[in-house]
């Protein structure tokens, strides 16, 4: 198996624009994680999806931001308009069945510059 | 308030020597408790975990953790390092009726030859 794949890898976008961050996810597993990664804060859970659906989304910072998972191989995290103080790495991860207390299988992470 | 704690925010240890990493955490009942390992510019890689029963866990890599209640700690050992440990290594937890890893600050295992 591949792994979960995140993509882009790097992406850098002015202040204003729209960025959108994609995850596919190991295949067979039904949750999803996406978490952001700063040097100020550490690794924080932005939201948990299991079978496609939002469970908590209690971290997701503010309406800037949203998720939607459409099927259980494709998601997205999307910052519009995106801003500075997003500026992270973020991470997705997939593991099988219900709950964060099954292993989580991360993706290499989306580093987010935003100038 | 619940927290999870790594003391040491960097440990450097010599090729070969013996290392062990801390983590105590702050939980009314004790929390599912994980190791994870992130290589520079990678994801993050489960080495171990502890539900119940033994409180010295077996891991990948030749890792190991022992939990102490009494301490509320889960440290995380590895009899002789190679070059190739050195990376950041994140305790964390999941409360029991929780549904969020927490992670820890992390700790940078640096390895000097």
């Known amino acids: 198996d591949a792994g979960v794949i995140q993509s882009p890898r790097h992406e850098v976008t002015e202040m204003g624009q729209e960025v959108t961050l994609r995850c596919k996810p190991i295949?067979?597993?039904?949750?999803l994680f996406w978490y952001r990664q700063t040097m100020m804060r550490g690794l924080e859970l932005l939201i948990y999806?299991?079978?496609?659906?939002?469970?908590?989304d209690s971290g997701m910072p503010e309406d800037r931001f949203s998720a939607k998972m459409p099927n259980a191989s494709f998601s997205t995290l999307k910052i519009q308009p995106s801003e500075p103080r997003d500026s992270a790495v973020y991470f997705c991860a997939s593991s099988p069945g219900q709950g964060a207390q099954n292993e989580q299988f991360f993706g290499p992470g989306t580093r987010l510059t935003v100038l | 308030a619940q927290s999870v704690t790594q003391p040491d925010i960097h440990i450097t240890v010599s090729e070969g020597a013996s290392l062990e990493l801390r983590c105590n955490y702050s939980y009314g009942a004790t929390p599912y408790l994980f190791w994870y390992v992130q290589s520079p510019g990678q994801g993050l890689q489960l080495l171990l975990k502890y539900f119940s029963g033994d409180t010295l866990v077996q891991g990948i890599k030749g890792f190991e953790a022992e939990f102490k209640r009494s301490q509320s700690s889960f440290n995380l050992r590895k009899p002789s390092v190679h070059w190739s440990d050195a990376a950041e290594y994140f305790c964390a937890v999941v409360p029991r009726r929780g549904n969020k890893l927490v992670f820890g600050a992390g700790t940078i295992l640096r390895v000097k030859s």
């Open positions: 295949s067979g597993h039904n949750s």
């Open positions: 999806f299991n079978n496609n659906v939002p469970i908590d």
